[in-house]
Each structure stands twice: as structure tokens, then as C-alpha cells.
């Protein structure tokens, strides 16, 4: 354990002293954000809070031995404080979200750059199918999106599949190294054989991703053994339930839109 100093004076409360106690006794006790503003009423630091009230009075002692020095920069630094309520938690998350990306405060860290967006995309080869996870696709593909970092999930669940698809009689056990785990990477070629032409694969993803769901039954992946079916059945939950989402994203042939 680390050992505390014996302190003769008060922890020092520098946000008290510039703000004053009953700012934070005004203080709504509902969900919210809050902005630190600093010197020229720039913005140092956007936080969201269940409770506006309990969470400000968090940062009224800075205590040198229990604090981060990051945080104790941030309150010897702090001018004024601006608030504003939300409806709920939820609310004040997304509130945040916006908040850190347009003003990318100096002692946030997480959320202040927009995560990249990727698009689904696949196109039908000679020698087999495409499919990649990219942040912008190419001429001639089809594609579906954008979405957030769960498309490398789903990424990689189509290759599975698809695989047990154009090569029904190796099935997974027949995977390259590495590719039941993602290792693949974000752009991977599927060959074709004999009992499944590359177009059927692209086929099955265009039907999947534009929402034809009775088509898409009537065409079901190949039933694996008794070992690999487990693992084809909670592939395909997790496909399908992706993309049978009412916001699903938006297909594409060629272009952005």
C-alpha cells in the first residue's frame, strides 16, 4: 500500500475558492454534462454525470495524494464550470460524445476523435470471392454501410460462413491457419470450387444485406457436422440479426453515397 503523508493544513480546493461553495449547492441533481473552462474561456475538460450535483462535488478537494497529477493540473487550471441537463444517462452519453468531438477539450483522452467508419464490401473473382472490412470501397465492389468496429465482427463471421458456403466439403475444419480467428485480415480471398461458383456467395450477401429475409432461408449456409455446427449456427445469429435490424446500413454498388 502506498503510505499517505500526514497533512497539517486542508487539502487545498481550488475550484471551491475561484467558484465558490454555493455553486455547487445551485447544482441540478439530474443526469447532464458539464464543461471546465479555463483561462480565455477555453475548454479543458467535458465529463457526463447521473447526477450533475454528486458528481462536481467529486472535484471540490484536491488532494495531492489520492488524485492523479493529470486531474490535479486540470483543477488548479479550472475558471468556471458550464453544465447543461438531459433526459436521462443515455442522453447525456450521446450529449458527450458530441461534445468531445467538436471541441476535443485538452485533458480529455478517450472519444475526442471520431472512430474510423467501414463498409462492407465484396465483389466475385475468376478465382473466388472478396470480402473486406475498408474505410472506403473501391470501384466495382458491392458494398453495405458504414458502420462503427462491429462490421470487423461481422467480417469475420461472413468469412466463415462463406467459406463453409464455396467449399461445402471441407468445411471449417478445412480453414487456412489463422482464419477461424480473424487472421485473414480486413480483405481476404474466398476460392470457389466445383459445388459453389463465387456468384453464389455474392449473391447470398447481396440478398443478406438488402433484407430479403425468405429468399435468404431458402438459401441456407451447408449444414456442418456435428462438431462445426454449433459454431455455423452462432455465426449465423449473429449475422442475421445484424442485418435485420430496422437501421441497418445502407447497400451500395459501386460509389459512396
Not at 473473382?125 to 472478396?130: A, C, H, Q
Request: with cysteine.
Amino acid at each position: 500500500m502506498k503510505p499517505t503523508q500526514l497533512r497539517f493544513w486542508p487539502d487545498p480546493q481550488p475550484v471551491v475558492d475561484r467558484l465558490g461553495k454555493a455553486f455547487f449547492r445551485q447544482l441540478p441533481e439530474t443526469p447532464g454534462v458539464y464543461l471546465m473552462f479555463g483561462a480565455a474561456d477555453a475548454v479543458l475538460y467535458v465529463g457526463k454525470a447521473q447526477n450533475l450535483r454528486h458528481r462536481l462535488a467529486s472535484y471540490r478537494v484536491a488532494n495531492p495524494d489520492r488524485l492523479p497529477r493529470r486531474l490535479l493540473r486540470l483543477l488548479h487550471q479550472v475558471e468556471r464550470i458550464g453544465w447543461e441537463t438531459c433526459d436521462d444517462e443515455t442522453a447525456a452519453l450521446r450529449r458527450e460524445a458530441e461534445l468531445l468531438v467538436s471541441l476535443k477539450p485538452r485533458f480529455n483522452r478517450a472519444g475526442v476523435w471520431p472512430k474510423p467508419t467501414r463498409f462492407l464490401a465484396w465483389r466475385a473473382r475468376p478465382d473466388g470471392l472478396e470480402l473486406a472490412v475498408t474505410e472506403r470501397p473501391e470501384p466495382g465492389w458491392r458494398w453495405v454501410g458504414p458502420s462503427g468496429t462491429q462490421m470487423t465482427h461481422i467480417h469475420r463471421a461472413l468469412v466463415r460462413l462463406l467459406w463453409c458456403q464455396l467449399q461445402p466439403e471441407r468445411g471449417l475444419a478445412g480453414l487456412p491457419a489463422g482464419w477461424i480467428d480473424g487472421a485473414h485480415g480486413p480483405q481476404v480471398l474466398i476460392p470457389q470450387s466445383s459445388a459453389a461458383p463465387a456468384n453464389a456467395g455474392a449473391e447470398f450477401l447481396a440478398l443478406l444485406t438488402e433484407g430479403d429475409r425468405e429468399e435468404v432461408r431458402r438459401r441456407p449456409i451447408p449444414a456442418g457436422n456435428a462438431f462445426e455446427q454449433p459454431a455455423r449456427d452462432e455465426d449465423w445469429t449473429s449475422v442475421n440479426e445484424y442485418f435485420a435490424r430496422p437501421a441497418r446500413p445502407e447497400p451500395g454498388s459501386s460509389n459512396l453515397h
